[in-house]
Every structure is written in C-alpha cells, then in structure tokens.
C-alpha cells in the first residue's frame, strides 16, 4: 500500500537533464520515465506511455511529446514513477442481509507522465480515490434506476477494465473485490435510514437459494443468520432466544401425549363417562371388553 505523505509520483531530477538522459538510456529503465522541460516551456518524454503489460493488451496513448536530444537545451528534468501501484477501497454494498463490507483492490498507475507532471499530480492515489468514488456513486445511480442490484460482479463488469483520466496522465482499475471487517467505508445505493433496495438478479440466484432455505429451516436457522452477520450483538440474540423459546424448541404435538395430559384433569364423573363411550366403542369393533361393575 501506498504512503501518500512520503511516497510522490515525481521528482525533479538533481543531476543535468543531459546526465539524465543518459542515465536513463544507460539502464533502460521501465520503472520511471523522464520527463524534460526548455526554455519555452515545451515538454520532452523518454519512456513508456501506456498500460503495464500485465493489465493486459498494450494500449498506447497518443505522443503528446516529442523525445529529446541529448544536445538540446533543457531548463528542469524530472523523474516520473513508472510502477504499478495497488490500494484498496472500503465499501459498503446493500444486500437483503443488510449492509455486505468489502474492499475494492485497486491497481493504477501513469499512462502519461508529461500530463502529470504538467498537472503537477504529485500523489495519485488520492486523485484515483476520489475518481473512483464519483464512479462508483454513478453506477450505483444507474443500478437503481434499473432496478437492478449492485454487486461485486456489475463492479467488475464496469470498473474492472482500465479507467483513463486523461486530466491527470492516471489510469486505473477494480481487480478483485473481498469480504472486510471492519474501517470507514463509503455506503452505495442507499440513504442513511432508507431500506435496502434491492432486486435479484441472474448473479444473485445463489444468495436466492440460500435465504429461501434460512426461510424454510425457521427461527432458529434465522438467529443463527443474525448472529453471524452480527457477532457483536450475541447477548441480543441470547436474550432473545431466553424470551421466545417456544419458536426456537416448539412443544411436542404428540396428539397421544395431549390426550394423556387431558384425561388427567378430568374428573372422576367424567372419567367413568369417558370409559362407557371407550367400552363401547371397542365392543362394536368386536374386541372383547370387561364387563361393567354392577
């Protein structure tokens, strides 16, 4: 991760722009380009423009910058970071169980070092945050005017190729999404106190499918779920469980157990009328049955 107070996408170059045009000819360096700039304020580039090779195809940006030569009379050089970076970003994504937190891992990176230093974008990370932030905002919209959730896969489907702000020289994109914990995050497809809106979606028949089934196991099965999203409130769900055991162990209805537990509160009347009508009964059925005291 990435320490925004210490770490700069640039800096200015402390040897003679010729040295450092050599210097960066000497090693073929890939992890920073060099960036020069005259007398008349144009700006000279020798270095990558573009995407790591690892985010996928190359893809070239248009040359803004011609390169420079070793002869020409350059006023300032500076050093541009050409590594790829990685950070992450908490969110909060609304789901039928509540509020789901999970981290967005981020990679970026510059794909035009003269914009950059132009722009004077010294720490990226919190330009690619706040753009990320105004895209997320925006998808989350566009989900709910669709009437569609927002998930971990739309955010791949949408975010997951790179993202350009040509503004800056920056480029960015979402390549995983994982559970959290805990930390400050951004909540997305809901105000502070509305309910969670919420439509399934193909992506989502499994979370279906296991609700349905929480549904059908009951309350038990219900707390359970509860308490596992919610391991702070377990002296809730104990008291809860205290209160209301007859949802969590419903009585017996062993329809013999009920009966044997009624004749013992009759009386000794009705008792002897309930053994006539029971001799009579099984009489017709053909059973032999004592006879009756006189």
């Not at 790591?52 to 390169?67: C, H, L, R, S, T």
């Not at 753009?131 to 739309?154: F, I, R």
């Not at 007859?246 to 009386?267: I, K, M, N, V």
Request: with cysteine; proline share 6%; charged share 25%.
């Amino acid at each position: 991760m990435n320490d925004e107070a210490s770490e700069r996408l640039y800096h200015r170059a402390s040897k003679p722009p010729w040295r450092e045009i050599l210097s960066h000819r000497w090693s073929a360096a890939k992890d920073w380009s060099l960036v020069l700039k005259d007398g008349t304020g144009d700006y000279f580039l020798l270095g990558r423009r573009g995407d790591p090779e690892d985010v996928g195809a190359y893809v070239p940006v248009p040359d803004e910058a011609a390169a420079p030569a070793l002869g020409g009379t350059y006023t300032e050089a500076f050093r541009v970071d050409g590594t790829e970076h990685v950070d992450t970003r908490a969110v909060g994504l609304p789901t039928v169980y509540g509020t789901e937190s999970v981290d967005l891992w981020v990679s970026w990176w510059v794909h035009d070092p003269v914009r950059v230093v132009r722009t004077r974008t010294v720490h990226g990370w919190h330009v690619v945050r706040t753009h990320l932030t105004a895209s997320l905002h925006h998808l989350a919209e566009a989900q709910m005017v669709a009437g569609n959730g927002l998930g971990a896969p739309e955010i791949m489907q949408h975010l997951g190729m790179a993202q350009r702000m040509e503004e800056t020289g920056l480029s960015y994109r979402v390549f995983d999404v994982r559970l959290r914990e805990s930390g400050e995050e951004l909540l997305l497809g809901q105000e502070e106190g509305e309910g969670v809106r919420y439509s399934w979606t193909p992506s989502r028949r499994g979370e279906y499918e296991f609700c349905l089934q929480a549904l059908h196991a009951g309350p038990v099965s219900l707390a359970a779920l509860w308490l596992l999203r919610h391991p702070d409130q377990v002296r809730q769900v104990l008291d809860w469980a205290v209160d209301h055991p007859t949802l969590l162990s419903p009585p017996r209805t062993d329809w013999q157990e009920e009966l044997a537990a009624l004749l013992g509160t009759l009386t000794d009347q009705e008792r002897k009328e309930i053994s006539y009508i029971l001799r009579d009964r099984i009489s017709a059925l053909g059973r032999p049955v004592p006879s009756a005291p006189l």
